[in-house]
């Protein structure tokens, strides 16, 4: 198979230029809705290696992807991460290299990351009252994440955004405070709609509240759409001219959610994952040991891509195999 062939497509349409690729399972923090009681080790931990994923974005670049999402569990937590970094960016045809990131590691080493090659960095904050974001990751280290926010805004990255899981707490706590936030920050404050696992259903009957209240809000204080890029991911968001920043949302639970997805999922262990939300995966990693199997590498993947549903089955509560988001990097 050549490998300058069309852009990955699916039976439904969809066409493919974002790769979201974890790199480790291990997060050392315990979010209440995603590792109450921590990250525990179940089995080896033998994740990509740096030259396995250099094979692998290798591949999926020849078929037109631009765009790699480095996440966990934390993916800084590797010690390699950096080396992950140089070895992405340098792949032909991948025009930005993001991660999402808990920010505990960034404020030491967002220079040097950003001279590695990352262009995007997404922050995880749920919340910016020190007390509630401690209670929610299990770490008094709110002020240490927003230094290095700060530090990646002075650094020149091409975006720094900021994911915040909607909470019922959040949601009565109001919006204000973000505006607030964001009014001279330029960066995007996402807040994504919890999502149902394996592992949390107590949690989710007790914390989950829908979209909508956000965007009501929005609507009602003078928040406007923004006209979203091809390759960007599932957020809705929306400006305002009297800030710098942008607020959004993530919305997994709205009708035709799933209509635009651009997005693959390779995990830590190198298994292809057509949805976030699915079963099992394609494994790559046995065509990841040698330069000569990419032609291979690349039958596969595309093969795959007539196994992609059209959406995912959250409405109905089934969440596939997830067990949590660490898991797989969300």
Not at 92 to 110: E, F, I, S
Not at 266 to 272: C, D, I, P, Q, S
Request: with cysteine; aromatic share 8%.
């Amino acid at each position: 198979m050549a490998l300058d062939a069309a852009p990955m497509a699916d039976g439904f349409g969809r066409r493919f230029h974002y790769l979201r690729l974890s790199v480790t399972e291990v997060c050392n923090f315990s979010c209440t809705y995603c590792l109450p009681n921590g990250w525990k080790k179940t089995g080896p931990l033998s994740f990509l290696t740096v030259e396995e994923i250099g094979r692998l974005v290798a591949g999926f670049s020849g078929l037109g992807l631009s765009k790699v999402r480095l996440t966990g569990g934390e993916p800084t937590v590797r010690k390699d991460f950096n080396a992950i970094i140089q070895t992405v960016a340098a792949a032909p045809g991948v025009a930005k290299v993001a991660m999402t990131t808990n920010g505990w590691n960034l404020a030491r080493h967002a220079v040097d990351w950003r001279a590695s090659g990352l262009s995007h960095i997404n922050v995880s904050i749920d919340s910016i009252d020190p007390e509630t974001f401690h209670r929610i990751t299990g770490h008094d280290k709110l002020n240490q994440v927003l230094t290095g926010l700060d530090l990646a805004l002075a650094e020149g990255f091409s975006a720094v955004k900021v994911n915040a899981v909607l909470l019922r707490e959040t949601a009565e706590a109001g919006f204000d405070g973000w505006a607030r936030f964001v009014r001279d920050r330029p960066v995007a404050v996402r807040f994504i709609e919890l999502m149902k696992t394996t592992d949390n259903d107590e949690y989710f009957a007790r914390h989950h509240v829908k979209a909508q209240g956000l965007r009501d809000w929005l609507d009602q204080n003078g928040w406007t759409p923004a006209p979203r890029a091809f390759d960007a991911g599932p957020a809705l968001e929306y400006r305002h001219p009297d800030h710098a920043g942008a607020i959004g949302l993530i919305a997994p639970y709205s009708p035709g959610f799933c209509d635009s997805c651009n997005r693959l999922r390779v995990t830590a262990r190198g298994k292809l994952r057509l949805c976030l939300f699915g079963d099992g995966g394609v494994d790559l990693r046995d065509l990841l040991q040698d330069d000569d199997d990419r032609d291979l590498l690349v039958q596969r993947i595309v093969s795959s891509l007539g196994g992609k549903s059209a959406g995912h089955a959250l409405a109905l509560g089934r969440s596939g195999d997830l067990r949590n988001l660490a898991q797989l990097g969300g």
